[in-house]
């Protein structure tokens, strides 16, 4: 827009020039060596008019390079430094169920003679801790295949209820392990979505909302429509997330109450892959929570599918 004013001006006062010039000429209110002195006025003028948007260009464009290139450097320092900070959780999160692994194993081995009974609960006990690696590195390979921007979305017309109904009787038996109330209305609403992306974001959100609870608690889980998106309400009365910490929940391996996730298993990724499923469908999440009242989690996603605009 500065370009184009600065421009016209240039052409506004040749222009203006010239019709007055043109005019004194007519009426020879000017000699013909006046004339050849304000031309030559007027090119020096505009010689050095164009001389001054000449420089303001260049420093334009300098200060945009300026810009881009710190906005980049901002850009690659802070992708480093998530990369060093997801490397070094993945070590420490991998490598803390071999260690206990190791301890359980090396306890038996010490012993020259161990019962039966405490044979069985130390097996169990490593068999419970290689569970924990193999969720772990499960949903780490979720996480990589979507975080890739090449990886396919498989999409096609699927009915979101079906999806939720099957997901609730899978996740049945886990309630009743918890002692929640899984609550669930089948409905049927069809979008064009990545079936599989989507049975992993109501897994996790309901898996979440069942585990972070309490006994005689409920998991409600909502599906419907409004005509241009499809809902996921998943609703809890359980543990709620502190407001201190709403900002960080979607961050790898950040857990609200780590002694919590410990004891049953958590991985600390269930959300940051439900924010991905939902970003590669250009959804969005909405969360309402308070710390021993339980949480509630809204998506929205497009009933038709269109692929995310690339920043």
Same mark, same amino acid.
């Given at each position: 827009m500065k370009n184009r004013i600065v421009l016209f #001006? $240039? %052409?506004?006062?040749?222009a203006l020039t010239g019709s007055v010039a043109g005019l004194l000429i007519g009426t020879g209110v000017i000699s013909n060596a006046a004339i050849g002195i304000t031309v030559v006025i007027f090119s020096i003028a505009v010689v050095i008019m164009l001389a001054f948007y000449q420089r303001y260009i260049i420093d334009r464009d300098k200060e945009q390079l300026l810009s881009d290139y710190e906005e980049t450097r901002t850009r690659m320092e802070a992708l480093d430094r998530?990369?060093?900070?997801?490397a070094a959780n993945v070590s420490h999160e991998l490598r803390t169920p071999m260690t206990s692994m190791k301890v359980l194993a090396d306890? %038996?081995?010490a012993e020259d003679e161990v019962s039966p009974s %405490?044979?069985?609960e130390f097996m169990q006990d490593i068999a419970d801790e290689i569970d924990r690696e193999n969720r772990i590195i499960t949903d780490l390979l979720a996480l990589v295949r979507m975080d890739n921007s090449d990886s396919s979305m498989n999409i096609s017309e699927v009915n979101i209820g079906e999806i939720t109904e099957t997901i609730v009787k899978r996740l049945r038996p886990l309630a009743r392990k918890y002692e929640v109330d899984l609550i669930y209305e089948p409905v049927d609403v069809k979008a064009e979505a990545d079936e599989i992306k989507i049975a992993l974001l109501i897994t996790n959100l309901l898996e979440n909302a069942i585990k972070y609870n309490h006994p005689g608690g409920y998991a409600k889980v909502i599906i419907s429509e409004d005509g241009m998106n499809f809902l996921i309400n998943v609703e809890d009365n359980g543990m709620g997330i502190p407001e201190d910490q709403k900002t960080l929940i979607w961050e790898r391996f950040y857990r609200v109450d780590? #002694?919590?996730?410990? #004891? $049953? !298993? !958590?991985t600390g990724l269930g959300l940051s892959i439900a924010k991905s499923v939902i970003t590669r469908h250009n959804g969005r999440m909405e969360v309402k929570s308070e710390e021993g009242k339980g949480s509630t989690f809204t998506v929205r996603i497009p009933l038709k599918y269109r692929e995310p605009v690339k920043e």
């Open positions: #001006s $240039i %052409i506004a006062v040749a998530t990369r060093d900070e997801f306890s %038996i081995l %405490i044979y069985r780590k #002694s919590h996730s410990r #004891s $049953i !298993g !958590g």
